[in-house]
């Protein structure tokens, strides 16, 4: 079982960063145009991840949240490679 267990642990440590290499996260790409990845946070409903093309997140993020609707509000995640 400990053996088991050990296995899955490291083999979640090296997946874990291979994910997260598909987004740009840094401060700067907030401030790029390009499709932005988003966690859409909803409030009665199930939340989800969407992309949103845009000139900045900001735009990107408005433009989501309009579409979104009055419940949920989209939380920046990355810019998309």
Known sequence: MKKTV???AVIAMFS???????????????SQSGNHQFYVWCTGKDDY????SGDNAKAAQLALAA???????????????
């Not at 997260?20 to 790409?29: E, I, K």
């Not at 991840?49 to 949103?52: G, I, R």
């Open 6 to 8: 050990s296995t899955l």
């Open 16 to 30: 874990l960063p291979q994910a997260a290499v598909a987004l740009d996260s840094g401060f700067d790409a907030m």
């Open 49 to 52: 991840t969407a992309a949103q």
């Open 67 to 81: 579409k979104s609707g009055k419940n949920c509000w989209p939380v920046w995640q990355g810019l998309e490679n």
